[in-house]
């Protein structure tokens, strides 16, 4: 496989990944943005399919990060 197909491949899994957080967040996102219109609505949901694999990586970073952290104290 080519360099430009591996990214390609990596960047379609990335929304995939994104995408199924979203929706198995979407009572969540849909309370904040209930009263816009439909623009805002479309704008915020591709928004939050980019940033929920980031965000969700960097939680889970953060908390293994403090119990390495607590456990090397003790």
């Known amino acids: 496989m080519k360099e430009a197909d591996i ?3 990596a960047i379609i899994v990335y ?3 994104g995408a199924i957080i979203v929706l198995l967040l979407r009572n969540i996102l849909a309370d904040v943005v209930m009263n816009e219109n439909l623009a805002i609505k479309v704008i915020y949901y591709i928004a939050m399919i980019v ?3 980031p965000a969700i990586i960097y939680g ?5 990060y ?3 952290k607590n456990k090397s104290e003790s």
Request: net charge positive.
């Open 60 to 64: 889970f970073a953060k908390g293994f």
């Open 7 to 9: 990214m390609l491949t």
């Open 66 to 68: 403090r119990e390495f």
């Open 15 to 17: 929304l995939i990944i």
């Open 51 to 53: 940033i929920a694999l």
